[in-house]
């Protein structure tokens, strides 16, 4: 069943002088006759693989200015698909405008911490994604060094399958396999250590590389945002269960405490867990940035 319910995906607006291409979970994609790319994030929040009924406002331009900053402070380690900040007012502050790229059918992953399906898998074989790690590690534990964990990229609705180097590999080829595993590492180790700084722990993230027109491998998509990553509260944190968190677990933890069964249509989210969601997610970019949003 489509994580968009049964209703399908919600309608995309007009843009003028924009040709809609498709709706994701939580983006809009345009194009117009440059060929180049609107990217809109919308105030959609997904969980569980849907798409929640009720808008998180505000969280498209966090999520948009956030990822401008750290495409910025990561550009002189790899270059962006970032074309333009000059898009139209209707979509201002939560717009991009972008180069197309041929992307790479593997999502890049990095974790410096273990937490989510890397513990759960842990707990099954002491490794994740084909790394061994040293027994005695709980949920939430530093690890000894950062390790790339792949996935494949799903379709809506489904769900990500984590993968060893190895089928990267066989996916995308060994030289680009390497190469992005090493720009995936390099990246969150900056990032980690710049937010650190902060008082904030990145567990992990998510990177997706593609290639522009000249064929130079370029990051693409978001980058950093409490949608691709787990932001800690690093005065808070304990390993042995859950952390307290930047992103949408709070939002999860309502779920599970609701009933709902994951498999029908989520229910609508009160007010109180609306707001608490949005400043979530606006303490992040203000810890991180140092900026009110």
Known sequence: MSGFGIVGPPPAPAIPGWVHLRTGKVRDLYTNEKNEILLVASDRVSAYDWVMPTIIPGKGAVLTQLSLFWFELLEDIIPNHIISTDVPLVVEDRAIIVQPLEMFEIECVARGYLTGS???????????????????????????????????????????????????????????????????????????DFALERGIILADTKFEFGRNSAGEIVLGDEALTPDSSRFWELSAWKPGGAQASFDKQFLRDYLVASGWDRNSPPPELPAEIVEKTAKRYEEAFFRLTGSSF
């Not at 099954?124 to 000894?144: Q, R």
């Open 118 to 192: 890397g513990w759960a898998e842990f707990q099954k074989n002491s490794a994740v994604c084909g790394n061994t790690l040293p027994a005695g590690l709980l949920d939430g534990s530093k690890l000894p060094s950062t390790i790339f964990t792949p996935a494949t990229k799903a379709d809506i609705g489904d769900h990500d399958i984590n993968i060893d180097f190895e089928t990267a590999s066989l996916k995308i080829g060994d030289e680009e396999a390497g190469i992005l595993k090493e720009l995936t590492v390099k990246l969150y180790e900056t990032a980690a």
